[in-house]
């Protein structure tokens, strides 16, 4: 029986991953390292909450085996580029960390198409500055690199909602690895990969949806 932590589980991929967690019967086990108490109660869930960008949060002291990285932000909700690193680039690298020090061997996160640690875009840049930095530490990681997430969003922007609209409709059109995922499918995704004794350091979102069925 395995213990894990997901960091992200209120969130759309998160919380589908949070369901796909409780239901597996090898868990015993699901921690939820988070800011906010979430609106789901199972006897085998523990919650810690605290400041995932303060250094005390990371005291805890915790023997698992899995650590799920479904934290991120979005240039719209977070302009100020400082704070965008310190979630996009300090909150995954600090739970690899973490991780290390707590005898957890394998790491998931959810990066981005395109990230690259020398792109001259600086959302693209912290995505794969964060790639780079969480491999460098050593443990067995996955970092999954999906396109634009599709799903039930619980906050409604009209710019996203139409290109998620359009990602949806033009599919057939547009090259494989370009079209949006379901976040379904990325919880899935990970989920099953985290059963696998051996798996790529990196998933391309083209093969997301395959990996969600097996």
């Known amino acids: 029986m395995k213990k894990a932590v997901i960091l992200g589980a209120s969130g759309l991929v998160g919380s589908f991953l949070l369901s796909e967690l409780l239901a597996a019967e090898d868990i015993?086990?699901?921690h939820s390292f988070a800011r906010n108490t979430l609106a789901t109660e199972h006897p085998k869930l523990r919650e810690h909450l605290g400041d995932l960008l303060s250094e005390e949060f990371w005291q805890?002291?915790?023997?698992?085996?899995?650590?799920?990285?479904?934290?991120?932000?979005?240039?719209?909700?977070?302009?100020?580029?400082?704070?965008?690193?310190?979630?996009?680039h300090g909150?995954?690298?600090?739970?690899?960390?973490?991780?290390l020090a707590n005898g957890s061997p394998r790491l998931f996160i959810i990066s981005s198409l395109g990230a690259d640690a020398k792109s001259s875009n600086f959302y693209l840049r912290t995505k794969g500055q964060m790639e780079e930095e969480?491999?460098?530490?050593?443990?067995?990681?996955?970092?999954?690199?999906?396109s634009m997430i599709l799903g039930p969003r619980k906050e409604k922007?009209?710019?996203?909602?139409?290109?998620?609209?359009?990602?949806?409709?033009?599919?057939?059109?547009?090259?494989?690895?370009y079209?949006?995922?379901?976040?379904?499918?990325?919880a899935r995704?990970?989920?099953?990969?985290?059963?696998?004794?051996k798996v790529p350091q990196r998933i391309r979102s083209s093969e997301i949806p395959a990996l969600a069925q097996d």
């Not at 650590?67 to 704070?83: D, M, N, R, Y």
């Not at 995704?189 to 004794?197: D, H, Q």
């Open 28 to 30: 015993a086990e699901v």
């Open 60 to 88: 805890i002291k915790l023997q698992v085996d899995l650590v799920f990285i479904c934290v991120g932000t979005t240039k719209a909700k977070t302009p100020s580029q400082e704070l965008y690193r310190k979630i996009d």
């Open 91 to 99: 909150i995954p690298l600090q739970a690899g960390r973490w991780a």
């Open 134 to 146: 969480v491999l460098d530490l050593g443990l067995d990681s996955v970092i999954l690199q999906p």
């Open 157 to 177: 922007r009209f710019f996203e909602a139409a290109g998620r609209f359009l990602f949806k409709t033009l599919a057939p059109l547009i090259p494989r690895n």
């Open 179 to 186: 079209r949006g995922v379901e976040a379904e499918d990325i």
């Open 189 to 197: 995704a990970m989920f099953r990969l985290s059963k696998a004794p």
